[in-house]
């Protein structure tokens, strides 16, 4: 998905459009990365740097480290492990920035941004293994209890890699609030994290839905269409205007299935199903390499590995194994409130 110039603007056909927000969460049969985390923010811990402190320092304290756009694991007889002591978070080299995560059951978790000149000297280290997240995923080499708090720290400290500047005044910022926040010490304005909504949806006909492939796709593989929604535009005006965009179907009907973060690097992907009102496909190439009509039928032989060509829908991993699996479960039932 890229932001892009947007070619157009949705033309209302048919009749008017109608809106459905039934979240269903419990389709969910397969885990997907990166939700569910199972800590307590603590969020009004946030501000006590003393309390904060103290917390890094107990004996159940956790980090996670990040060196650049990759995580750092411990490597043990058993696989890896993600969680580091404080002393072996230190050992590590420099943290730039720690930010307090949550608690877990009581025990305190960090995420902590190591400098960067530190990732050849990690990368030495016969007990240590430096990978993105998005293989950590795919592999499954970690609990997946660790996926939504690895995604939090990777999130957060990547915004404060990209923001240490005040955008009002050119001052350098610094980190407040446990790392929930940047403070401009020039002009006293206080900076956020921000999270980039995407609408990631599948446009039904009966028994069909489109899919696409962008050209960064493998050869085989086949998703939901996905984009970026806009200033002052709801959730369904932006499924609507992605899916017209992308491959010229116009949609009404929009309904909510579910929701995923996805730290790469600060997105939160909304997951819905859109009735379709038009079936000739018109394809932005800017956006898109391929799309087409896919049954149900097909779509099953894809999900279970079975298709004649190979083809394939994204792992479970993703939000949008899921959405395609609902459909192919519930057919155009997952338009009904």
């Known amino acids: 998905m890229h ?31 990166y939700a569910g985390s199972r800590l307590e923010r603590a969020a009004a811990q946030r501000g ?11 004996g159940s304290a956790g980090f996670y480290l990040i060196a650049g756009d990759q995580v750092v694991l411990k490597t043990n007889d058993t696989g890896f492990d993600p969680l580091f002591s404080s002393a072996e978070a230190r050992a590590c080299g420099h943290l730039r920035e720690t930010v307090f995560l949550g608690l877990l059951e009581e025990a305190p978790r960090f995420g902590a941004a190591l400098d960067t000149s530190s990732i050849d000297s990690l990368k030495a280290r016969g007990d240590l293994k430096l990978i993105d997240l998005r293989s950590i995923a795919v592999q499954g080499i970690v609990a997946a209890d660790h996926l939504p708090p690895l995604a939090e720290a990777k999130a957060i400290l990547g915004w404060h890699a990209r923001h240490r500047f005040c955008p009002n005044c050119s001052a350098a910022t610094d980190p407040a609030q446990g790392g929930w926040r940047r403070d401009c010490p020039s002009c006293k304005a206080e900076h956020f994290p921000r999270t980039d909504p995407v609408v990631i949806m599948l446009a039904i006909a009966g028994d069909r839905c489109v899919l696409g492939r962008s050209p960064r796709f493998p050869a085989t593989m086949w998703s939901c269409l996905a984009g970026f929604a806009e200033p002052g535009e709801s959730i369904e005006e932006a499924v609507r205007r992605e899916i017209h965009e992308e491959v010229g179907v116009g949609c009404a009907r929009v309904t909510y299935f579910a929701s995923q973060p996805w730290p790469f690097p600060s997105s939160l992907m909304i997951g819905c199903h859109a009735e379709a009102l038009t079936e000739a496909i018109v394809i932005d190439k800017s956006e898109i390499e391929e799309a087409r009509w896919f049954d149900r039928d097909e779509l099953r032989l894809m999900l279970e590995s079975r298709h004649p060509d190979g083809l394939a829908t994204p792992p479970p991993i993703a939000i949008a194994h899921h959405i395609i699996r609902d459909f192919i479960e519930r057919g155009a039932d997952v338009l009904v409130a």
Do not use: C, E, F, Y
């Open 48 to 58: 006590d740097a003393a309390t904060l402190a103290a917390m890094a320092k107990n």
């Open 3 to 33: 932001r892009s110039t947007w070619i157009g603007r949705l033309t209302w056909i048919g009749r008017a459009a109608s809106i459905a927000v039934v979240p269903r969460h419990s389709a969910l049969n397969h885990p997907q990365a």
